[in-house]
């Protein structure tokens, strides 16, 4: 069984236009992005140029309406992101933070010539934007954010930091959200603003095929055309947050179907005491419990996305998927490599490199603990965090 999804035979739950959707972009990857991503994790790179290849493939966005963007279902846009995201992390964390955070907060948020300007060039691919949320001492709590937007006149004058911000170094707009005497406000900050600049995080052991960055505002000048005028509170870029969220959601169950697809594959070649290490028991018992781990998080997101296209999708059950499947997917890569044994640590293989990148993946947009917080709060209507 070379996918593992087939013990439950989940592909059957979907359209054939969904599975046309999941085979188009797993061809692209295996072709354009699969050869080459052991070297640039190695290398602590992520090409510029495959933006643009990203925006013909149609997924910057996918799931937004008009202004170039494809308009398809969460669930196709899911899917994208668990093929994405079975190749390598960083791949479907840029295309996330392309189309859920910074698009999204345009497309949400933003005028009508915001939507114009920057919209058609993100999802072709042409530009690049990334979301200035997050702040060195303020990560799961960025209501106490340091980043201040003051009216000078009919202008607005920023001044803060940003941190551990996904394509920042190679952004040419940042969503970047600001203190002011009103609240919490998005701003659109494009690169080459007087007081703007990025320095790019280095000696990374986590997300290396992938550029984070820190965003430094130092008395930047915009106009009031570059507020987002229907931002009005810490609201708007949490709701950005959950968009995200849903991705990572199906993307992890790409993580986890991808190291468990290699321990399979290895474990029927590898022969040990005569015989392929498959045929062990306690190999078998690895093997078959991961693929019931795979299943149910499979499940368990397909559900989401069902809740999320009638609509009625609540923060909290976005908080059990992200903290359930991320769970499973790094104890599923973990339990791969060991299967692999000591050729597990190479580049040539995926599980340690899958596991490396979930563990940002299990900090970032929310750490398991949040998420647990935020169950919590639904179970007994007390917000503990607080």
């Known amino acids: 069984m070379q996918d593992p999804l087939q013990l439950l035979d989940i592909p059957s739950l979907l359209s054939d236009e969904e599975r046309d959707i999941q085979a188009t972009v797993a061809a692209f990857l295996s072709d354009h992005v699969r050869p080459h991503i052991g070297s640039w994790f190695e290398q602590g790179v992520l ?6 290849e990203l925006g013909k493939l149609g997924v910057l966005g996918m799931h937004l309406e008009g202004y170039g963007c494809a308009g398809t279902s969460a669930l196709a846009y899911g899917l994208a992101c668990l093929e994405l995201e079975a190749v390598d992390s960083g791949i479907r964390s840029f295309v996330s933070v392309q189309g859920s955070l910074s698009m999204y907060s345009i497309w949400k948020y ?35 954010m340091r980043t201040r937007a003051v009216r000078d006149g009919s202008d607005w004058v920023l001044n803060g930091t940003k941190m551990w911000i996904t394509n920042g170094g190679l952004a040419d707009v940042a969503t970047v959200w600001a203190q002011t005497e009103e609240g919490v406000r998005g701003f659109l900050v494009p690169r080459g603003t007087p007081g703007f600049s990025t320095q790019d995080i280095k000696n990374k ?20 055309s570059a507020r987002l005028p229907l ?16 991705g990572i959601v199906f993307g992890t169950v790409g993580a986890a179907r991808d190291s468990l ?12 005491f005569d ?33 999320k296209e009638a609509g009625t999708l609540k923060p909290e059950q976005i908080s059990v998927g992200k903290y359930n499947n991320v769970e499973s ?5 973990r339990e791969s490599r060991t299967i692999l044994g000591a050729n597990g640590i190479s580049l040539e293989y995926s599980p340690l490199r899958h596991a490396n990148n979930l563990e940002s993946v299990l900090t970032y ?12 709060h639904a179970l007994t209507g007390i917000a503990s965090f607080r």
């Open 365 to 376: 947009e929310g750490t398991s603990d949040i998420h647990l917080l935020s169950i919590g």
């Open 231 to 246: 931002a009005t509170s810490l609201r708007a870029p949490l709701s950005c947050l959950n968009e995200a969220r849903f």
């Open 275 to 307: 015989k392929p290490i498959a045929a062990f028991q306690l190999t078998q018992r690895k093997l078959a419990s991961m693929s019931v781990q795979v299943s149910n998080a499979m499940l368990l997101a397909l559900h989401l996305a069902k809740l």
């Open 329 to 333: 997917a790094i104890a599923i890569a």
């Open 205 to 224: 052991l986590s997300m290396r095929a992938s550029v984070t960055s820190e965003l430094i505002l130092e008395d930047v000048r915009l106009p009031e």
């Open 110 to 144: 933003g005028s009508e010539e915001q939507k114009q300007e920057w919209l058609p060039r993100l999802a072709a691919g042409e530009a690049i934007g990334c979301f200035g949320l997050t702040e060195p001492d303020f990560g799961s709590n960025p209501s106490g």
């Open 47 to 52: 090409p510029r140029e495959l933006a643009q």
């Open 261 to 272: 697809q290699a321990a399979l594959n290895y474990s029927g070649t590898r022969i040990q």
